[in-house]
């Protein structure tokens, strides 16, 4: 069994590089994966709990497993309408840099 400790730095290191790729990248889609490895190091942290507490006071076994699947939800929603702005932006500007986003307003 891999201690919590383990899952847990892993799911850290995890969250540290997709702050990282957000706050450095210029490019859109680098900065939506870098938004679902955060998402994904989340969702790996939910689960460590979950194994290492599973049923709390009056809790199912599976109520991490449930976050991570709204989790999941979350992050499909988030990806269609990012993508539906990357595809707007680059057919007005040909280009998918983030200081090009302020074309999008009115």
Do not use: C
Request: no cysteine; net charge neutral.
């Amino acid at each position: 069994m891999i201690p919590l400790e383990h899952v847990i730095s892993l799911s850290a290191i995890l969250f540290t590089i997709g702050v990282v790729g957000v706050v450095t990248r210029r490019n859109l889609i680098v900065v939506l994966m870098s938004i679902e490895l955060m998402l994904n190091a989340v969702n790996l942290a939910f689960v460590g709990f979950n194994r290492m507490w599973p049923a709390g006071t009056g809790g199912s076994a599976y109520d991490g497993q449930i976050f991570v699947l709204m989790v999941i939800t979350v992050a499909a929603a988030e990806v269609a309408v990012g993508l539906g702005i990357v595809i707007s932006m680059f057919r007005n500007r040909d280009s998918v840099n983030l200081e090009d986003v302020s074309i999008l307003k009115w």
